[in-house]
């Protein structure tokens, strides 16, 4: 008598993905744990966080939203509102890494250098940076996701590459949240 297995199994897309987000929450996770015990160093320096870090992260939430729209739209196959929706988060990301870019002007402008800094200033380089480099990624699919539903003339409906967009897409979200919760609190 052959058992028929019941489970489910994840796409090796997704579970690549969360192999690499579990990646990711382990460096954020050594980052901010370092910042937890740098900063009671006899010489750890304080900073502002720059308001354009506030305002990236409303960007950011705003382009989350977005991106569910997108997932949604996908899967209902109505392609115009998708190709609208998939758009506008990638030029939301687009100008979360601008908004990112101001953010470090704004601290080197007002002497919080890299090299001269000792304290917050070093981490919230390192830190915001390696988050932006993962918007940046997150973009760059973006970008490709939405070149193809312009430019193909054959109507895929397969969800997969949408829904890991979508995931990561929120996943850098809820990641840039804790960190300037982190920032702003601690």
């Known amino acids: 008598m052959e058992l028929v297995s019941t489970q489910r199994k994840i796409h090796p897309h997704k579970f690549t993905l969360w192999i690499a987000m579990a990646s990711i929450i382990m460096m954020f996770a050594g980052l901010t744990s370092a910042y937890v015990v ?78 001269r800094s000792a304290g917050q200033g070093q981490f919230l380089y390192v830190i915001a940076g390696l988050h932006a480099l993962h918007v940046l990624g997150g973009v760059v699919a973006l970008v490709v996701m939405t070149l193809k539903a312009y430019l193909s003339n054959r109507r895929n409906y397969n969800a997969i590459p949408v829904e890991v967009a979508a995931t990561y897409w929120h996943f850098v979200d809820a990641l840039w949240l804790y960190l300037l919760v982190f920032f702003v609190l601690l």
């Open 38 to 115: 740098k900063s009671s160093a006899p010489n750890w320096e304080e900073i502002d966080t720059p308001k354009f870090f506030l305002i990236s992260t409303v960007v950011l939430l705003v382009s989350s939203l977005t991106m569910q729209l997108a997932l949604r739209a996908f899967k209902q196959h109505t392609m115009s509102r998708y190709r609208a929706l998939i758009t506008t988060t990638a030029v939301l990301g687009m100008a979360f890494v601008v908004l990112q870019y101001f953010g470090f002007h704004w601290m080197w402008t007002h002497g919080v250098h890299f090299k």
